[in-house]
């Protein structure tokens, strides 16, 4: 993905349509926040792949690892955030670590088609799902799904069902 926003769409709508099993919250942050390591990158100029061991089914299980723990560990405060934008979340463990678990893979799913730097099996090298896909229908895709998850967010909104 040439910008982190392009995983909201996935993750938005995905997890608007299942928010029973899935927490938003881990879901959205877990897909999202794998990419402080390409930032960090180019931030911090490093001599560093571009898309290094986060960007890794291992690397990216250690992420969902910690947001897990994390959204456990705030879900008060998470609560009040997603009471004021009207969507009611599943809090259970089991839906955040589905969900944590569910975001970061699906980051690397999304990647790995696009990226030759990407290693989704480390510490096995090589990259088995590059070029599967179009960089264009993945682009594609994640936009249509951005508009999804809004007219969804917004259907649930008009009938109060966001929960």
């Given at each position: 993905?040439?910008?982190?926003?392009?995983?909201?769409?996935?993750?938005s709508?995905?997890?608007?349509?299942?928010?029973?099993f899935?927490?938003?919250?881990?879901?959205?942050?877990?897909?999202?926040?794998?990419?402080?390591?390409?930032?960090?990158?180019?931030?911090?100029?490093?001599?560093?792949?571009?898309?290094?061991f986060f960007?890794s089914?291992?690397?990216?299980?250690?992420?969902?690892?910690?947001?897990?723990?994390?959204i456990?560990?705030?879900?008060?405060?998470?609560?009040?955030?997603?009471?004021?934008?009207?969507?009611k979340?599943n809090?259970?463990?089991?839906?955040?670590?589905l969900?944590?678990?569910?975001?970061?893979?699906?980051?690397?799913l999304l990647?790995?088609?696009l990226?030759t730097?990407?290693?989704?099996?480390?510490?096995l090298?090589?990259?088995?799902?590059y070029?599967?896909?179009?960089?264009?229908?993945?682009?594609?895709?994640?936009?249509?799904?951005?508009l999804?998850?809004?007219?969804?967010y917004?259907?649930?909104?008009?009938?109060s069902t966001?929960?």
């Open positions: 993905m040439p910008f982190t926003p392009f995983h909201l769409g996935p993750a709508s995905l997890d608007l349509a299942f928010n029973r899935l927490n938003l919250t881990a879901f959205v942050i877990a897909g999202i926040i794998i990419d402080i390591e390409p930032f960090a990158v180019l931030f911090f100029n490093l001599n560093y792949p571009l898309h290094g960007h089914f291992l690397g990216s299980s250690i992420v969902a690892v910690v947001m897990a723990f994390l456990t560990g705030f879900s008060k405060g998470i609560r009040q955030i997603t009471a004021f934008i009207r969507i979340q809090f259970s463990k089991r839906a955040i670590w969900a944590s678990f569910s975001g970061a893979y699906l980051h690397i990647d790995a088609p990226y730097d990407i290693r989704p099996f480390y510490p090298g090589g990259n088995p799902f070029g599967l896909i179009g960089a264009s229908a993945i682009y594609i895709l994640c936009a249509a799904l951005l999804a998850g809004v007219f969804v917004l259907h649930k909104i008009k009938n966001l929960s």
